[in-house]
């Protein structure tokens, strides 16, 4: 068809329309070419450490998904476990840990003060080949943030959200203060359902006349899952009870109405954290508006700390990783801590497998990377840790493995960061720091390179 509407035309009319998702119509008779199913990558950390060897057991032969892993365990052939590897960090346990975790390279000045380093972090890295052409380089949103984890490049540390509604305002609707007094939330929010779901309904009327049933369907489902984000947030805003749902006619996705109301603090304390529904809730919505983001192409990275579900000191600093007994009770509050966390990594993973795109979801263009702070909270130590890879970024490795790496061998997780680099079409040998580049790339992950 010579006036054949491409997905590439109507992406480049602007973000208005946030996007749409991969319609067969725009396929023809052809297969659907390489660059019309963007790669995107969200990484997920906790903060303070975990205890490894309840990730995963036996060998890479014959491995078991331990307690932590197990409400993974319906996506275990997409998942790929990195055992042994060594994250590294310097001038003080956490800041350092924490500036080196994404970019392989040390804190720079005062580790009480300072957010610098003299680098990108991997996810920037990334973003910088992948993000041409969308609103957003990369979003970013956290439970709990001492210091930036991202940083777009040398004394450039990039803070996240700590507010699910801001984030979604931000993200979303794009609305800054003109002149006078700034808008109100309500206000925004009008924007965006006029220059986000009635522009981009108008566009999808245009194509209703030509496209099949298979196609109105994923219309229908894009519209549904940006109208049902900014809703619940409404009503969260608007509920004087945010436990009573009696009020709600709106779809309930798992604990989402737990959300605090707007003006609450969402950052991590003991009372938000001592109440898990809330916790995840939070988390939740991240994860929703993570997979909305990516779906409706505002973005193609996302970062999101998802706190610590237990305590620093009452707890991180009284486990051994190695022996239960020794202190069952903070023992088993991290375990708990990392099977909460799965179970919220889990909810992202189905939302995106949903998410139809091509011959497939969105999912399945889509890598997330979990790694926590520290491998051993109470030693503040990174060696032996455990990263989780969940996807493989349209096919850039084989999944459902077990990737083990010899702890003796103390080899850095730049290793991995570096091969994670090469997954999105970029051919660097190594990243961060060259006193720990390792080996280069983790040639066990067997990328594509």
Sequence with gaps: MKNKVTRRDILKKGTATLGLPWLEYFAGSTAMAADETPKRLCVLINSLGTIPKEWVSGNASNYRLGNILRPLEAHKDKMTIIRGLTQNGENGAHPGAQAGLLTSRPLEGNKDTSNNVQGPSFDQRIASQISNGVSRRSIHMALDATKAFSHKGPNQPILPLMDPFKAFDQYFGGIGGGSGSAPTREEKLNVVRATVLNDTRARYQELKARVGAEDKGRLEQHLEGLNELISRLEFQNNSTNDTDMSACELPVIGSQMSLPSQGSSFKEGDALRNNQAKYNAINRTYMDITAQAFACNVTRVSVVNIGKYHAHGGESHKANVNNRASNAGAYDAI?????????????????????TEGNGSVMDNTMIMWATELADGAAHSGRDSRQLLIG??????????????????????????????????????????????????????????
């Design 335 to 355: 375990v708990n801590a990392g099977a909460q966390a799965a179970k919220n990594i889990n909810y992202l993973v189905n939302t995106l497998s949903a998410m």
């Design 392 to 449: 493989n970024a349209g096919g850039a490795f084989n999944m459902g493995r077990l990737v083990d790496v010899p702890t003796s061998a103390n080899r850095p997780h730049s290793e991995l960061l570096t091969s994670l680099i090469n997954c999105y079409g970029i051919n660097d040998t190594q990243f961060g720091v060259n006193k720990w580049k390792g080996r280069g790339r983790l040639a066990e992950l067997q990328v594509n390179v």
